[in-house]
């Protein structure tokens, strides 16, 4: 499966953006999804994941309560709703994929998108 990051973006301290993950090659229904975020000089960390199904979500606490992960099957893409953002969120953004396993981690996600920039101005 191939994964596209887009609408990565410029944004003022407060407000929101919506990331997406679009898929080609394979559906998408069948993958366990995440993102993942680099700030610049610092190791890619963890940030959301959804399960296949998207009967399970989770979060890294920095992001709890103002990002929301979410998935269209039918549409084969999975979202980072990003609200009341902040400095400290400006990053480069992955999403990441795994059939077979659900983690924090990144070392479990074998497909990756290229990588959306996200800029949160004080």
């Known amino acids: 499966v191939q994964l ?66 979410a998935r269209d099957n039918a549409k084969n893409t999975v979202y980072l709703q990003m609200n009341s953002l902040k400095p400290e969120d400006t990053a480069v953004y992955y999403c990441a994929g795994s059939l077979t396993r659900y983690s924090d981690s990144e070392r479990v996600y074998d497909y990756w998108g290229q990588g959306t920039l996200v800029t949160v101005s004080s």
Request: proline fraction near 2%; hydrophobic fraction near 35%; charge should be positive.
């Open 4 to 69: 596209q990051a887009s609408g990565g973006g410029l944004v003022q301290a407060g407000g929101s953006l919506r990331l997406s993950c679009a898929a080609s090659g394979r559906t998408l229904s069948s993958y366990n999804m995440a993102w993942f975020r680099q700030a610049p000089g610092k190791e890619c960390d963890f940030v959301a994941r959804i399960n296949w199904s998207g009967s399970s979500t989770a979060y890294t606490g920095s992001v709890r309560g103002r990002f929301t992960i």
